[in-house]
């Protein structure tokens, strides 16, 4: 069974630095591209950040560019996205998602075929 699992989510303060990993279960993550989505409460979700089976390529969306880095340990089958300065409106539920395209040159916001339950990030004070 194909699984993605993610961690890391909690209440953080504004400005803070969580690292949010994606592991996988079932299947091996080296050859599929990740995407990291997020769903803030009554809006829809957007697409954060990706980064390619190889990791040479990422993208990012511009709310969070500069503040975000996506990264990939094949080695550990997971995939971690660091976040720092951390805003009030980062406040959503994080998912990650495989890509079921094996070994795409590039990455894509909007591509997510293997989907884990998510993980709920909070910025307050």
């Known amino acids: 069974q194909l699984q993605l699992v993610e961690s890391g989510g909690g209440v953080v303060q504004p400005g803070g630095s969580p690292r949010l990993p994606c592991a996988a279960s079932g299947f091996t993550l080296d050859y599929h591209a990740i995407t990291w989505f997020r769903q803030a409460s009554g809006k829809e979700r957007e697409g954060v950040s990706c980064i390619t089976s190889s990791g040479r390529s990422t993208n990012y969306a511009d709310s969070v560019k500069g503040r975000f880095t996506i990264s990939r340990d094949n080695a550990k089958n997971a995939v971690y996205l660091q976040m720092n300065s951390l805003k009030p409106e980062d406040t959503a539920v994080y998912y990650c998602?495989?890509?079921?395209?094996?070994?795409?040159?590039?990455?894509?916001?909007?591509?997510?075929?293997?989907w884990g339950q998510g993980t709920s990030v909070t910025v307050s004070s």
């Open positions: 998602a495989a890509d079921r395209r094996v070994g795409v040159s590039e990455c894509s916001l909007f591509q997510g075929d293997y």
